[in-house]
Every structure is written in structure tokens, then in C-alpha cells.
């Protein structure tokens, strides 16, 4: 089955304990990101690659971290989570940005930075 | 500065009670505007893409269509199941996809 799947579901963390959410697809996709969503605010873009070894900030790439060395895997990195990071975060892919094609989107992590 | 707008933040509806939601946008050079579905502790799922003005898409109870500053998702005759957060999103001139707010939608029997 074709699927973006994030890891873990659910994460509670104190302040300044560094933490990986991992994000893998399974369709080939060149292009893969990482969104976070917060209630009024809908979907702003963390960071972005659009292959592999080429990433990109998005609008609020401040305190994120990531990597892409493989295609399938783009984890996200929080160094030293605050909890205004506290959020909904979405992995999410498409087969190339090029080519204006649908997103795919993970199930989301809810973290809570305490 | 690109933005995306949508209207109403909430609707509830009886079971039958058509309606429509708004997404109202500014964008340069626009390269599509989209509908994605999203339920509660899931990711949100792609419903339709439109690229210009006068464009209509359907899918069974779901009918989106555009025009130069706004698109609309009419719903006729929706079900419970219709429920759901509705998420606009458009692609500018800078290959940027920008998201609304969205419309939680209640549909009651």
C-alpha cells in the first residue's frame, strides 16, 4: 500500500531534549516535507527537499532540523525543543513538485514540549 | 503577499441541507488551487485540483469550482459522513503551496 508514514503518533518531551520524528514514503517521490499545523493558523511549511541531498527552510524553519540522504526517509530534528513547538506535525510527499502533483500526507505527530 | 482565506471556520448542517464553502485568494501567477479532505487524527487527503478560472471538478456529493479570487466547494445534499475538516491550498508563480485556515464541517442526522 502506498503510504508516508511518521513516527511516532503521539510524543510528550521536556524543554531542550532533543528529538527525531522520522518520516518515510514508500512511492519514489522526489519531493517530500514537513508541515506543522496549529489551530487558526492551517498548514505552514517547516522545510522542504526536493531530492535527494537538497533541502530547503520553509516559513518557519526556526529551531527544525532536517536531512535527506536517502529518497524515501526525510526525519525532522528538533535540537532543543521549546514549547511554543508544541504542535500537530505532518510529513508529507509528492512524485515532483514539477510537475504541480497532489500531496500525500502521513498521520501526523502530536508533540507536546512541556 | 500571497494569502489564503477561508470561509466559514465552522458550519454545521442538518443531513440533506446543501451549502458551500469559500477560499478566497491572492496569489501571483496562480499554478492551482486544491481540496484536501482531512479527519479528525489524520493527515489530510487530496479531493480536486483547479488551474483556472471557470474550472469545475466533482466527486459524488462534492462539486469545487474557481474563479479569479475565489474558489467554492459545494456540498448538495451531505451526509454524516461528509464531516470533516476541508483544507484549501494554492500554488503561487514561486512554486509555494500556501494553506488556509480550513472549515470544520458537522453534519448532523
Known amino acids: 500500500e502506498a503510504q508516508v508514514t511518521q513516527n511516532p503518533r503521539y510524543l510528550i518531551t521536556v524543554t531542550g531534549k532533543k528529538l527525531t520524528v522520522t518520516c518515510s514514503q514508500n512511492?519514489?517521490?522526489?519531493?517530500m516535507s514537513w508541515y506543522r499545523q496549529d489551530p487558526g493558523l492551517g498548514l505552514r511549511q517547516i522545510y522542504y527537499?526536493?531530492?535527494?541531498?537538497?533541502?530547503d527552510k520553509g516559513d518557519v524553519p526556526e529551531g527544525y532540523k532536517v536531512s535527506r540522504k536517502e529518497k524515501r526517509n526525510f526525519p525532522l530534528i528538533l535540537e532543543s525543543p521549546s514549547p511554543n513547538q508544541t504542535s500537530l506535525y505532518f510529513c508529507?510527499?509528492?512524485?515532483?513538485?514539477?510537475?504541480?502533483?497532489?500531496?500525500?500526507f502521513g498521520s501526523g505527530t502530536q508533540l507536546s514540549v512541556l | 503577499e500571497d494569502q489564503v482565506t477561508q470561509s466559514p471556520e465552522a458550519l454545521r448542517l442538518q443531513e440533506g441541507e446543501s451549502s458551500s464553502l469559500n477560499c478566497s485568494y491572492t496569489?501571483?501567477?496562480?499554478?492551482?488551487l486544491f481540496w484536501y479532505r482531512q479527519d479528525p487524527g489524520k493527515g489530510p487527503e487530496f479531493l480536486f485540483t483547479?488551474?483556472?478560472a471557470g474550472e469545475e471538478k466533482e466527486k459524488e456529493r462534492l462539486k469545487a469550482t474557481l474563479t479569479k479570487k475565489e474558489s467554492f466547494l459545494h456540498i448538495t445534499a451531505p451526509k454524516p459522513e461528509d464531516s470533516a475538516t476541508y483544507l484549501c491550498?494554492?500554488?503561487?508563480?514561486?512554486?509555494?503551496?500556501?494553506f488556509g485556515a480550513g472549515t470544520r464541517l458537522a453534519v448532523h442526522p
Open positions: 508529507a510527499s509528492c512524485p515532483s513538485l514539477r510537475a504541480n502533483e497532489k500531496l500525500f
Open positions: 512511492m519514489n517521490h522526489e519531493y
Open positions: 527537499s526536493m531530492n535527494v541531498e537538497v533541502t
Open positions: 496569489v501571483s501567477g496562480l499554478r492551482g
Open positions: 483547479l488551474y483556472s
Open positions: 491550498a494554492v500554488r503561487g508563480g514561486y512554486n509555494k503551496l500556501i
